[in-house]
């Protein structure tokens, strides 16, 4: 059985520190923070744009249709006016995110 699915949102329960590839520099990422499980079998930072390898062993497999519809609605709303088209409508955060993952488990 795999660790994670493709699009599994995880929550971090505290602080970590992550080293940057590049730089070497330490950053402080605070608990709260969200991660998402990627195609790429890299842990994707929602918040800040961080990348990360997950931790040796741990597998990826399959789909979390919630996840990813939850992370599209996130980059929906941050390319489109969604809160004034939510409230124009009566339509709520939810609603939307319930649509995406029902067409996400129709082709997934």
């Known amino acids: 059985m795999a660790d994670y ?46 990348i990360q390898p997950l931790a040796e062993g741990l597998t990826v497999e399959g789909y979390d249709t919630t996840g990813i519809a939850e992370y599209l609605y996130i980059v929906l709303r941050n390319h489109l006016p969604i809160d004034e088209m939510m409230e124009g409508y009566e339509i709520t955060k939810q609603e939307i995110i319930n649509e995406i993952e029902c067409a996400l488990d129709e082709i997934l």
């Open 5 to 50: 699915k493709i699009g599994q949102i995880l929550t971090l329960k505290e602080d970590v520190e992550i080293e940057k590839a590049l730089s070497g520099e330490k950053v402080k990422i605070p608990k709260g923070n969200k991660i998402i499980i990627g195609a790429d079998k890299f842990a994707h930072h929602i918040r800040n744009g961080f």
